[in-house]
């Protein structure tokens, strides 16, 4: 209410008790003003009702939500569903113009607004999360894959020869995938193997580059997160011979946000050679649902470059996610958050460790991968080891990966041995898991429970197949432990 | 509740309650039946307690609500905010894997089934649309012009010469950029002036097709749903053309399902020539906030083929906003819909004839747009055509666009003459609007009433301010009539 | 957002834009200041948006809602589960004070505010069903019964010697329990038929104030609103009786509010004789949850009396309810539910008639009652009447009621005969129907078909069997025609 | 869904993903088998997903939401407005039927399965709280004032010669007002000083029951929890001579649950005594807005017979509001809510005791009270002492009381000393703050700092006053510490 509602209030109440509720609502308000003036995360979350009372605000700015507009064109935020409006808290233009994806709206000052204070907010968080020099983010309402896409067509405007791009290799597909459906040729580099850990080849890039005329070749395509037993690649050294022979770097560091190790490399690359874009995941660094990215640099203008290349508008869904996200937790969450992953880190290592041993396994050494852990399956049948990654999926863990030797895959033009190790030759079987945001003691507790009964049941089945029984039923009958 | 929870509410209640109770339960879970057995828009839409119900059912099916759960992967679908959680109704692992955005996902099958059914009950709408034919789609969580941009990269596959993309002129930035964000130049096609109508150069098109080696062509770019005075391109020509030469071609449908027209002008095409696929946004179709886009087609494997080029998964939040619309439409909805769409066109047609004969205009003679309506600005000064349009927007009315001669524009490597107007040389300034699915009577007539006080303003602007800011006050204290 | 956030959302969007999400707010705030000043219904409803955002500002001003509240009594507004945070926007404080249940809490001023506002718009609402010269009005927390008592309870505390209340009979039960409940003793008014009515015998009333001595007698106590063949009573009458003895008269409206015959008579007895208070409930009138109810009369210092009775605080929830409510319809939408209802009647008397004269009966003539409706069921046996019923509910058929002789009820120390009927020698079995608020054409319908059937079924019970099975399949796999 | 529709799902889904799905529902359902079949509080709390379920599932069983009913009653529970039908998850119909308000209504079984289980959660409750032989209970939607009313009520149709209540005096409003509202006399017994405490005139109450006829006393109605220096009335002692004269007994146990002291007393006097009812409010004690009491006893048929006196339906609103609650605490939580109290108690005194001590005051010693903490107010003149409640409450610290000596208060036909300090003539000034369930350490921190500063203010208020704008400011920009 303003003041003159306020006042108007004062028929119906003492003007001492109107004036508490004026306070209130100055208090609340606010907030809202220190986040407008400041554009970074605030130090502390807000609550539910301040957060929504700005998302109601937000709403009241776009034309679809005037209460005379009338609209006549192919396109005015009609939403037909009460549940739908509901969701979206009647926003319903999206983000972006023809122009431009982070352009402002005329239509939706509310939307725009939203899509504003959010990329500044996330900035804030990348260079909390470490990537102190970063000048730049948009966040696009697109997995990371496509945001590839994107960030290679952008860069494909700039050097029209060019065909390759060259790429550590990386067992994961959709990032693979872009290289392709952007319409380029990838240029394979074979990690290294030291100890148990996979490392870049940092001198195969260079031969590389010496033996190509850099107008052809795109970018070079590294990545930070990855799992076990493959490292975060030498982004320093790579950077510097971007700078040397001019040619772009794009880094995928889908869920490095997470991992002080991964935005450090990101920020040394930048300072010490040349590093354009990096590129994250939403849903994997905030905690919200799949849907958007973030593409981050260090050059403003290279990053409003590809904002501009975005052909129309987008859904703004995954925005408001982050902004609702990003406002609740503030500053202090989202350091709580790294500093508990940390934690959750060492006691999954330590977890693991334990059934590892029990059964004659021991961890994979792969001390620059700060985020995946891994443990050997190597003395059991490789068929087990597979098996072992069935039955634990069915026991409802879920995102453990058991890996065995033998798979050959095409993707595109390409094929690689011993799909899902990251190289062709790995030695031993192996099994991973995440220390990711958001995970619990509980959720290691009872990964290492479960998986230490599989060790047992893929070693004696029969004889425990009762007591297995038993333990599913008392999995389905007892309480979750979180609440709402 | 199943069978034995509803038994053990018998120590509560009387079993004839019980029973009824049951009954009531089974009649909801019914229609979720005969959904999944007819894969269909239902016949009449369902009630929110239903739709709801379904959502439920379908959130606990996906791995991060199982109860007993350990996620200890990179991404688990966990979700930070309770307020993001509640809109998406517990779902968060978005649509699709790495190698198809249609594919199902293994931690995620309640999402899965949201999306296999939503492009199920799509495909039925665009079937009672008029496009009978159509034999797949997608629904894919990008707008119009990225969708295109993902549909030229798909060909770009099968293509791999192809440089040039053929695409009769329409003045609308987003569709015309993503030829150049693909990597695509685009052969501009200017359009002929039929009286007042602009209609497709189908003879310069075919000249292009016999110079240019087709392997050369990515394909011929249409356009249906437009501003007037252009009319939806000859669809029925080109497809003959594009089968002729085999050269590829892609529809820009993006408000085109909402319009007879436009659905016969593609089914038509589809039958007597060739259409490989017709591209529609899911906010101007179908009323849900920007964000989607539908590919469909008449080849189920090229269809097949574009979701496998998307490299990795998306937001499934424009496939939640469609999922839910299109249940609480039904066929009856939807039809009742486009019913009334064409009622409220010849309505607007009538308005605007009065308003526009009362000030010396005349309606635009387009007989071929069956959305969008003109009338003429040839009685004042082309400045205040421009100013029309402006003083039209800061009184809220959303979406008229008045077109005045002069502006020219660059995009890409192209300049436009008259940009706006689709035509280099149009001999009118003027006014457009559109009658728009979801229009209302309410809409028109404000907008009559405005439109009317504007050009008597623009006329004598001092004599009627007084009245206007009056007008202003009696507007913003009038309560809408519309409701939740 | 206030003056000051605005200005700084210029940093982020042009300033025109701003301007209009500033004048977008205005206009809903503008509602807001038209409410507060004119202490009325609004004119047109308020959509869902504008309606949210009073509940949310009225949320800001209650103490548990204060930013830097510290609360360290015993109530301090804790809500522990956000789902019941939600339901209620926050409100925790209820309503009232010890001293007065009207009265303003210093830590619920937005709830206390919430209340008076209601209060208000009942009052408008109650004039605009008919009740013109209505002067007060309180929304209280409980049913009809229960506020029956508390009026009760309150006259006593002014005519301590009263211990009888007279009553025309009707057979409602719990507002006769009322009378025992709050200690009273009643006397009890056999009715008189007339043709198929039922009328108060209004000399028997006056009987009786001749013979007990006037403090005895706490008030006599009326009903307007009941199902037929009774009438309602004879208020004005009764009310100029009330006036020359001077014994209170209240009235039991409960859902009479919803017609106009039942105003009017309320509104001739005030004007013409003594009606201290007319109480209705809020479900049965104004479609919200059951749990509240009006006390309402035609002097404000007895009806604060009333309300300074009430020992305590209640719950806000029948308050919100109705707020809501009142708010989303307006006067527009509550007169169209009003006169669509008495449409309603009509139409339901047509539909009853032609299905009771296609099977022997007859509409019960009963000129009287403008809600309710009856037929003869005079031509089966008794206990079919009763299986007719019955057969009805499991149908899904609610809130039809077969009345047959016989049935025989002791509720506290008095015995009635033919319970049900009003009158202990009612000549015919009857089913009786009420054309309540709400009700809708296909109710109607529905309700005519089914009943038709089971007039057949009771006729030829087994030949009917096979094809009533089919029916209720149809039944269940139909969907329904209303939406959200 | 059920069994059909999960088999129809594997037509979309690989069926090993359905029968997750179907397990992951198997075991949100075993939750509300083992509710059902237990009729206790559950262990564990409840996930906001699991709670919303069953509510819907509650929802769908009553006759307003069966999708082919047809209503034609005159109260068919319909909802007008959608935020209303949102807000009680579509439940319409209240609870209670016209004999009792504790009966299943045949057009509700969802609505009374739902009260059905609360009254059964409610009572596990009470017993964990520590009235371990409470053997019934009711919740109803009155706060503890009308409760008493009704429990008097119902009392007085056992005895109907009764006019005198005795009462301990108590200075809390409404739980006086009661006695007036349900038309007795009190007999007030002043409590007796004992150091700092206040204590139950045990002789006096004997002394009046051997003068007065047993007939004419209603009950003895006591009191446990208070605010300091009055300490809970002595049960124990009451108890036996209730039962020695066969007199009624009820206490008031406003918000005793929360304290084992309170339900402790009850224990024992119910077990060597006579107790025949305990009421308590369900928002102090469970933390839910205003609105409910519950009615516990230890002889079922006393209960009843409480609930056949209410006169007709009433709200869902508080029952539904406990339900939630009771399901998403569970044992653990309700438990971890009382030890959380006592810890915050001890801290409380703490706190207290330094602030105090800092200003020449000391704590009240009253070791019987285990909620309510006092310090003197002794070394500053009495008007200070009532500023300083006031300056309090404008610093937003809502709860605290301070009591001076002086005021004369009148309710009903009783004139009170010294108001507010339970006795004629409190020798001291005092301030009381309670430990409440709910209570948090910040908010005995924020309670505290801002007690000191205005100790402060009031000796030297010109000094301070900068410094206390200053804190002013940075109260009302810090961020909220709680969540969503």
């Known amino acids: 209410m303003n003041v003159e509602n306020f006042a108007l209030a004062c028929r119906f109440l003492p003007s001492t008790y109107v004036e508490q509720g004026k306070q209130s609502r100055k208090s609340h308000e606010n907030y809202i003003k220190i986040l407008l003036e400041h554009k970074k995360l605030p130090v502390k979350g807000w609550d539910r009702s301040t957060i929504e009372m700005l998302l109601n605000e937000i709403s009241t700015m776009d034309s679809n939500n005037f209460l005379g507009n009338a609209g006549i064109g192919e396109r005015e935020g009609r939403i037909a569903s009460p549940i739908v409006v509901q969701r979206h808290y009647g926003l319903a233009h999206g983000i972006g113009r023809s122009g431009d994806i982070a352009a402002v709206q005329p239509k939706a000052a509310g939307s725009s607004l939203m899509m504003k204070l959010t990329n500044a907010m996330v900035l804030d968080a990348i260079r909390i999360a470490g990537v102190r020099s970063a000048s730049s983010c948009i966040v696009v309402p697109m997995a990371t894959g496509m945001s590839m896409v994107l960030t ?13 791009i060259i790429w550590p290799r990386v067992d994961q597909k959709s990032c693979f995938k872009a290289i392709f459906t952007a319409g380029f040729e ?12 996979l490392r870049t080849d940092v001198q195969m890039i260079e031969k590389h580059l010496k033996g190509i005329p850099p107008e052809q070749i795109l970018c070079i395509y590294t990545t930070t997160s990855c799992f076990t037993p493959r490292a975060p690649d030498s982004l320093e050294a790579i950077g510097k011979l971007c700078k040397e022979f001019e040619i772009p770097h794009v880094v995928n560091n889908a869920y490095g946000l997470q991992s002080s190790k991964c935005t450090h490399l990101i920020e040394q690359a930048a300072r010490s050679g040349r590093l354009d874009a990096f590129i994250q995941s939403t849903d994997k660094n905030f905690m919200v649902p799949v849907g958007g990215a973030v593409i981050a640099g260090f050059d403003d203008s290279f990053i409003s470059k590809i904002s501009q290349t975005y052909p129309g508008r987008a859904s703004a869904a995954p925005v408001m996610d982050l902004f609702v996200t990003l406002l609740s937790m503030g500053v202090e969450g989202f350091k709580d958050s790294l500093i508990e992953r940390k934690g959750m880190y060492r006691y999954l290592q330590k977890r693991l460790q334990q059934v590892a041993s029990a059964h004659g396994e021991r961890l994979l050494v792969t001390p620059n ?16 080891a597979t098996e072992l990654g069935s039955m634990l999926f069915t026991r409802n863990i879920s995102g453990a990966r058991a890996i065995a030797p033998g798979v050959t895959k095409q993707i595109g033009s390409v094929t690689f041995e011993n799909y899902g190790s990251h190289y062709n030759n790995y030695p031993y079987a192996y099994l991973t898991a995440a220390a990711a945001i958001g995970l619990k003691k509980d959720d290691v507790n009872t990964f290492a429970r479960r998986l230490d009964r599989v060790f047992r049941k893929l070693i004696k089945p029969k004889q425990l197949k009762l007591k297995l029984e038993n333990e599913i039923i008392s999995v389905s009958s007892s309480n979750s432990s979180f609440r709402n």
Do not use: C, W
């Not at 074979?190 to 850990?197: A, R």
């Open 369 to 384: 991968n700060a985020i995946s852990i891994g443990i050997t399956l190597s003395s059991m049948p490789t068929k087990h």
């Open 186 to 197: 990838p240029i394979v580099i074979e990690n290294i193997l030291v100890e148990d850990e």
């Open 152 to 164: 290679f067509l952008t860069i494909k405007q700039m050097r029209p020869e060019a065909k390759y």
